[in-house]
């Protein structure tokens, strides 16, 4: 849930200053020529899921792993810990970041 929302939070401000901050472009070499392909909201849409569904596999592959080779099962509770919440702060400061720069695309407007 937290992955989710922190990812869509990225992509909506991602969106938002592609789309009406001047200057503004998608620094990630691997999505931009997509987002130039598809449309900035199209792109957006599908790599977001693609990224949520890849963390999650990974992760859930993960805790299953870590399960079959130990008695416990705490480890697993790690594992989902590490495979959400790393990648869940980076959407986070990602997001964050993506609002600084939408503050400095409207001061950079002037008085309204």
């Keep these: 849930?937290?992955?989710?929302?922190?990812k869509i939070a990225d992509a909506a401000t991602t969106g938002v200053g592609l789309a009406y901050v001047p200057g503004v472009y998608e620094a990630n070499?691997?999505?931009?020529?997509?987002?130039?392909?598809m449309g900035t909201a199209s792109g957006l849409l599908v790599t977001s899921f693609a990224?949520?569904?890849a963390i999650a596999l990974v992760t859930e592959v993960?805790?299953?792993?870590?399960?079959?080779?130990?008695a416990d099962a705490n480890l697993a509770s790690v594992?989902?810990?590490?495979g959400y919440g790393v990648p869940s702060a980076v959407f986070a400061a990602a997001s964050?970041?993506?609002v600084a720069v939408l503050l400095s695309?409207?001061?950079a407007?002037?008085?309204?």
């Design 51 to 53: 990224v949520v569904v």
């Design 79 to 82: 594992v989902r810990l590490v």
């Design 96 to 98: 964050l970041h993506n």
């Design 109 to 112: 407007l002037g008085p309204v």
């Design 29 to 37: 070499t691997v999505v931009a020529p997509l987002f130039r392909q």
């Design 1 to 6: 849930m937290l992955l989710t929302a922190t």
């Design 62 to 70: 993960g805790a299953i792993f870590v399960c079959s080779r130990r």
């Design 105 to 107: 695309g409207i001061e």
